[in-house]
């Protein structure tokens, strides 16, 4: 692989303009056509071949009125009135929504009779046939603006209900540009070169900008969440930055060792260049992967994301190569600048990476015990994790879906957010109508049960349940498997509560299946890449205690509420269903990108020096400042997502923010040099029989030979 982009990075710098022009030639013509054919992003909540979902298509084509999302509209009285002296304001806010666009029609509160005891709060609704992915962008805007009528009247009016939902908004964009600067002042504390620092943002934002174009353009044929397009510009960002930082860092020490321009650009690609590809492949795989669990939302989600890596690890590998020749000797480090000495080694005093190295492996039974400990602490109330479907009790503080919520729950209770529906097929169940409503209403958990409402032909019948706790709330799983155990077969439970705790139900039971393919992959993809049995064995152990570390961390302010109002929070609870999966995927494949990048050095030292300790302690020299720098960009770019981020992202930016930071300082730049430096020269062994059948990667460009001394012939003879 290292020769094969060798090539690569040589012609790309030969045939530089004609790259440069081609990648914007790229991005002008995906943008135009996103322009012009882009869609809108929807969110569609779906999952096959579960009973909810099953249910709920029932319902649609039995009963159509049913079968679309509801918003629920809250009325309340001033202070010292009641809604029935407020009566004809809301007959008149309701008729008005049923004028609004795409409404099929409206329960009034006095028909309903929702009243809350003290008589001030009331409940109405608005029915759609359609989706919430089908409603159009003006929709739920109007219907706010048609009940001004009641607002007129003194009243204070908010809505909610399933056709609103966790939307993405505009967030805080603030901390996001923050998250990029903070990225920049890494690069040029990293490089002391401003050319340097600003080359990896570069390539990375037009990387990011094929991106977001591309996937609107997706967004025109088929369905895309919101999230998806977020998730995929934000770990595309990091990634893109972080693989061309590992790629100038090299070509950076290569031209401060004399090396040409053209012969360095090559060599880079070659060497670097195949780590970033092995790490870039893994992530695209781990992502992919994601498909296997049948979740269309999360499918589209993991494909988004790895579409982003696949286009920052090709701009790395083409793109930057040609920006290098642009740059030619603007790149080399000053004879006797601070960044040459240090990559010539001419300082005397040790620096930072080295006497980190020397510290944890002067004991390395003692580092790693304390390692083990500390993450082990804590991954202690990862336990304790739950996870469900962000709501409208998620939504952010003063929106109308979430005073709607809020009210909602304190006048009439917390089960009136989550309506369930029971659909039975009473040729299969032969059961009385009225006697399964009552059955069912006397389920333990269960506020309401609704009289049965027959279909057209008389085989169905149609019944609400209002529980008795919240959507997100264990009672409430409960409840739904007690109507199923009771109602028994041709009766099925649906609604948005239902098909989310299938939806929990199913990405639980994938979370272990789907760690073992990825440690499974860890481990075999290291062994191809560094020829030993230790090292990925040790790096997939250290992978599950980052996944762990991390999860605690999101229970502990996620569902604990610590420091939940330093990143804005809205609720604490139950954690977004996908995160530990999406988590697992990406952290697996940054988890490798830095146990390449570190372990190929030391590697690399061993095959020199044949000397276990000292190939450890100069490897970790070489390419601990770089693995530092790329980590605490991740760490910017994730933390930037956090703050501004909605109910659905925010624990994702953040689980990704913390477990970079873990899986990078804790295992990676302390755990691995200590187990390494304790299993001496068994770290690079491997039985001769394995070593035969496994296929060389020859990640660190050991078939490269020396390259030709002329600077512009960009050949070089394979070893």
Do not use: C
Request: glycine residues 12%.
């Amino acid at each position: 692989m290292a020769a094969l982009l060798y090539r690569l990075g040589a012609f790309a710098h030969r045939r530089r303009r004609s790259v440069l022009v081609a990648w914007l030639g790229v991005l002008i013509a995906v943008g135009g056509v996103a322009a012009v054919a882009g869609g809108a992003y929807q969110d569609n909540f779906t999952i096959p071949g579960s009973g909810a979902q099953a249910t709920l298509d029932t319902v649609g084509e039995v009963f159509p009125a049913s079968s679309g999302v509801t918003a629920q509209v809250v009325f309340v009285a001033p202070e010292g009135h009641t809604i029935a002296e407020q009566s004809g304001a809301v007959q008149r806010a309701m008729a008005a929504a049923k004028e609004a666009p795409q409404v099929d029609g409206v329960v009034d509160p006095a028909t309903a009779k929702i009243v809350s005891p003290d008589g001030r709060t009331a409940l109405g609704q608005v029915l759609y046939q359609e989706k919430k992915a089908d409603l159009e962008d003006g929709t739920l805007p109007a219907l706010e603006a048609a009940l001004q009528p009641a607002r007129d009247a003194g009243m204070r009016v908010e809505v909610g209900g399933s056709a609103y939902g966790d939307t993405v908004g505009e967030g805080n964009h603030l901390t996001e540009v923050l998250g990029l600067v903070v990225a920049l002042a890494v690069l040029l504390i990293t490089f002391t070169s401003l050319a340097a620092a600003g080359m990896p943002l570069l390539t990375a934002l037009l990387g990011v900008g094929v991106t977001a174009a591309g996937l609107t353009v997706v967004a025109g044929v088929t369905s895309l969440p919101p999230t998806a397009p977020t998730l995929a510009i934000m770990l595309g960002l990091a990634v893109g930055i972080d693989y061309a930082l590992f790629i100038v860092a090299r070509h950076r020490s290569q031209l401060a060792g004399g090396m040409t321009v053209a012969a360095s650009t090559a060599r880079s690609i070659g060497t670097a260049g195949s780590a970033v590809v092995f790490a870039g492949l893994t992530v695209i795989i781990a992502l992919a992967g994601l498909t296997v669990v049948g979740i269309p939302f999360l499918t589209a989600m993991g494909l988004s994301a790895a579409a982003a890596v696949l286009v920052g690890m090709l701009v790395a590998i083409t793109l930057l190569p040609a920006v290098l020749g642009f740059a030619g000797e603007r790149m080399r480090p000053r004879a006797g600048s601070r960044a040459a000495r240090r990559e010539e080694h001419a300082d005397d005093r040790p620096g930072a990476g080295t006497r980190w190295a020397r510290l944890v492996t002067r004991h390395p039974l003692i580092t790693t015990v304390a390692v083990v400990v500390v993450l082990g602490i804590m991954a202690v109330p990862a336990a304790g994790l739950r996870l469900s479907l962000t709501d409208n009790g998620s939504a952010p503080q003063g929106s109308t879906q979430r005073e709607a919520y809020d009210l909602t729950a304190a006048a009439f209770g917390p089960g009136f957010n989550g309506p369930l529906l029971v659909l039975a097929d009473l040729n299969e169940t032969g059961a009385d109508p009225a006697g399964l409503a009552t059955a069912i209403g006397a389920v333990d958990g269960v506020a309401v049960a609704t009289a049965p409402q027959l279909s057209a032909d008389g085989r169905y019948a149609l019944i609400q349940v209002i529980p008795s706790t919240g959507p997100q709330d264990v009672a409430t799983e409960r409840v739904v498997q007690d109507i199923r155990d009771v109602g028994g077969a041709g009766v099925g439970v649906t609604g948005q509560t239902a098909i989310g705790i299938d939806i929990s139900e199913r990405l639980a039971d994938s979370l272990v299946p789907f760690a073992s393919v990825v440690v499974g992959l860890a481990v075999l993809l290291l062994m191809v890449a560094f020829r030993s049995l230790v090292v990925p064995v040790k790096a997939a152990l250290g992978f599950l205690l980052s996944i762990g570390a991390t999860l605690g961390a999101v229970v502990a302010v996620f569902q604990w509420g610590w420091l939940a109002d330093v990143i804005g929070v809205a609720r604490t609870g139950p954690v977004i269903s996908f995160m530990p999966i999406i988590l697992m995927a990406v952290l697996f494949g940054l988890a490798m990108d830095y146990e390449v990048f570190l372990v190929s050095r030391m590697h690399e030292e061993y095959a020199h020096t044949r000397d276990p300790l000292s190939s450890v302690v100069n490897g970790f020299r070489d390419s601990s400042r770089v693995v530092g720098a790329a980590a605490l960009i991740m760490i910017s770019v994730f933390a930037g997502f956090v703050p501004g981020g909605n109910a659905t992202l925010k624990p994702i930016a953040f689980a990704l923010a913390v477990g970079v930071l873990v899986d990078a300082f804790l295992v990676r730049m302390t755990l691995v040099p200590a187990v390494l430096a304790m299993a001496g020269r068994g770290a690079w062994w491997l039985p001769r029989w394995l070593d035969r059948i496994l296929p060389n990667l020859d990640l660190e460009g050991a078939r490269l030979a020396a390259p030709v001394p002329d600077a512009e012939d960009e050949r070089a003879v394979m070893v």
